[in-house]
């Protein structure tokens, strides 16, 4: 899956951020993986993918943190 590659790395490219902005780009490549498969066969490019899977999974934390 080539969405999978690309969270892969964006994983090794966070190693290169800040040490206190490392724990993001981890987050943000773990969130680009989690809907990955299902977007990569409806949009075809992986790097589109991957940001789709990666947004969805920011709305759903920002929706619970205005649960709270």
């Known amino acids: 899956m080539g969405a999978k590659d690309v969270s892969q790395r964006w994983l090794k490219a966070s190693k290169a951020l800040k040490k206190e902005d ?5 987050r943000l490549a773990e969130m680009a993986k989690k809907h990955s498969s299902e977007a990569f066969y409806a949009l ?3 790097l589109e ?13 920002l929706e619970k943190k205005r649960e709270l």
């Open 22 to 26: 490392q724990v993001y780009g981890q």
């Open 44 to 46: 075809e490019d992986p």
């Open 49 to 61: 993918a991957a940001i789709f899977s990666a947004l969805v999974e920011l709305f759903k934390e």
